[in-house]
């Protein structure tokens, strides 16, 4: 476009740039490619005969009110049957705290709108959701960063980072949390951390905003009570997704959070989009009333654990010792941990040649110079075998790596090499 009409952009859109991830979405479609790099659930898992029917059930007995503008709260009996799964997870939560969103990445949104002014501080953890950074970078927010170990955000480093950041003439807003299985590390916050994290938000005043799309998706380990479980002050927006369980494609979420807060997130969204998308939300409650979505979450759980565990195994056997990589309880994501001088976008370009592909551990820090040697890599999109040949590949593209800076193949490689000689001279495959 001519330089004069970019000129009117506004201001607000200067930092923004095209997702990472989303770019590389695009290369799904190249031919061979084994993509690590999407956030896709496996199409496999889409019930589509089943919304067939229930789309010509709905169609057939109110077609009308399905085809309409719906309020923008939500179908009422879709608000009404998320609220009594939350109760089941322990949520207190009525009709009325529920608000049905354009899949749940409109609450980043809507929430920006409703909290952030200019140069207002967000807590994320770092790493955190890459599609959250981009939509409050276009709020102007201002991050604070929390590094992450296996148990999620480090509450040691995050309560003395609010002890400085309270003391400032503006005091963090928002700290948004991914307890389960965050995205992109595939790490879950302890119990003790949830509810330590609820405390320090009534000491030092902030709102909790918790994201869950993957929460049912446990293959390892007992389930643990959302944040918003002990949330007595009404604190904490809940936020999670059919995208996980039933289908993205129908852009149905939602929020649960104190009238107060919602009733402001309503007008919020009245101008955004007016409702959500109404048919899908018919077919959301449908899956649920007619007793498809606890069978369905279980098969998805079954495909997906086998998934994570050929991940894993194909981790042990093709990646040098001298890489870490996080073991999820659930999710769709393992995040690798490279040697700190090995650049991780360097490395996608020669794994590209290989074809296959990852994303930089870099796309999902607020401050872009961290993460240049991690990588994240999504275990539920490729089919089996694809999984296990783009380990391969990638593995002989790290491996190459540490030959060409050693000039000779690590400890580690060599030692590898000799096992699997020797595995393959007594048979072991
Ligand atoms: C952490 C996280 N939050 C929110 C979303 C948004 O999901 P949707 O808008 O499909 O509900 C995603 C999608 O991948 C996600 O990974």
């Known amino acids: 476009m001519a330089n004069s009409l970019t000129r009117h952009f506004a201001q607000r859109t200067k930092d923004m740039k095209a997702s990472e ?64 799964r939350m109760r089941k997870k322990g949520i207190d939560a009525q009709k009325e705290n529920v608000l049905i969103v354009s899949g749940s990445q409109q609450v980043i949104d809507l929430t920006g709108k409703v909290f952030i002014d200019p140069k207002d501080t967000i807590v994320v953890s770092a790493p955190t959701y890459l599609a959250a950074l981009t939509g409050w970078t276009v709020m102007q927010a201002n991050f604070e960063s929390i590094p992450i170990d296996d148990n999620n955000m480090r509450m040691d480093i995050f309560e003395e980072r609010m002890k400085k950041l309270v003391r400032r003439p503006n005091p963090p807003k928002i700290v948004y949390v991914l307890p389960n299985f965050q995205n992109p590390a595939g790490v879950t916050m302890p119990e003790k951390n949830r509810r330590k994290l609820v405390d320090l938000a009534s000491d030092y005043d902030f709102i909790i905003l918790e994201d869950d799309p993957y929460g049912e998706l446990r293959y390892v380990g007992k389930d643990i009570k959302p944040v918003k479980s002990w949330d007595d002050e009404g604190r904490v927006i809940y936020m999670s997704t059919f995208s996980k369980i039933l289908a993205p494609g129908l852009r149905v979420g939602w929020a649960i959070a104190h009238p107060d807060i919602l009733q402001k997130l309503i007008i919020t969204k009245q101008s955004t989009d007016v409702c959500a998308n109404v048919l899908g939300q018919r077919i959301a409650h449908e899956y649920i009333v007619q007793g498809h979505i606890d069978p369905q979450i279980e098969r998805i759980k079954e495909i997906y654990s086998r998934k994570m565990e050929i991940m894993l195994s194909g981790m042990s056997e093709f990646m040098p010792d001298d890489l870490r990589w996080t073991r999820p309880e659930g999710g769709m994501f393992l995040w690798v941990t490279l040697p700190e001088w090995m650049d991780s976008a360097e490395l996608l370009k020669k794994a590209l040649k290989k074809r296959v592909a990852f994303v930089t551990g870099s796309a999902f820090f607020a401050n872009p110079k961290e993460g240049n040697s991690a990588m994240r890599l999504n275990f539920t999109h490729p089919s089996d075998e694809m999984i296990t040949e783009g380990l391969r590949r ?33 048979g072991k495959s």
């Open 394 to 426: 990638l593995g002989s593209v790290v491996n190459q790596e540490l030959v060409s800076k050693w000039d000779r193949p690590s400890e580690s490689i060599e030692r590898k090499m000799e096992d699997a000689v020797k595995g393959s001279l007594i």
């Open 21 to 84: 991830v989303r770019e590389l979405l695009k290369l799904l479609q190249v031919p061979e490619l084994i993509s690590f790099a999407g956030g896709f659930p496996n199409p496999e898992t889409f019930p589509a005969e089943l919304i067939k029917s229930i789309v010509c059930d709905v169609l057939e007995k109110d077609g009308a009110q399905s085809l309409q503008y719906g309020i923008t709260e939500g179908y009422a009996p879709l608000r009404e049957s998320v609220a009594e």
